[in-house]
Nanobody, 124 residues
Framework: QVQLVESGGGLVQAGESLRLSCTVSGITFSTYAMGWFRQAPGKEREFVSRISRGSLHATYGDSVKGRFTISRDNAKNTVYLQMSSLKPEDTAVYYC?????????????????WGQGTQVTVSS
């Protein structure tokens, strides 16, 4: 059974930081690229970041470039999202996802497995 479990969400003030984690089981983690997405109420799911299998390549959505950093630890089957300088518009449910494909993509339909999400709320 494949499981992706996000943690680390919470309520913070604007300008503060949070680190999200996503621990994966049931798949060979190192063979999957990992992504983070977010979805705010009434909005479509938005690409946040993606990291390749060996951490050589990381991509970011325009709205988070320079503020968020993705990383992974293949020994721990975990991917992280370090979020800094948080803004109220970052408020959303954040999801991690696994993609067996090798082509970099921010299209959520290309991802094979998803977590249940963790809420991040940024107050002004």
């Amino acid at each position: 059974q494949v499981q992706l479990v996000e943690s680390g969400g919470g309520l913070v003030q604007a300008g503060e930081s949070l680190r999200l984690s996503c621990t994966v089981s049931g798949i060979t983690f190192s063979t999957y690229a990992m992504g983070w997405f977010r979805q705010a109420p009434g909005k479509e799911r938005e690409f946040v970041s993606r990291i390749s299998r060996g951490s050589l390549h990381a991509t970011y959505g325009d709205s988070v470039k320079g503020r968020f950093t993705i990383s992974r630890d293949n020994a721990k089957n975990t991917v992280y999202l370090q979020m800094s300088s948080l803004k109220p518009e970052d408020t959303a449910v954040y999801y991690c996802a696994a993609d067996l494909g090798i082509q970099t993509t921010g299209d959520p339909k290309k991802y094979d497995y998803w977590g249940q999400g963790t809420q991040v709320t940024v107050s002004s």
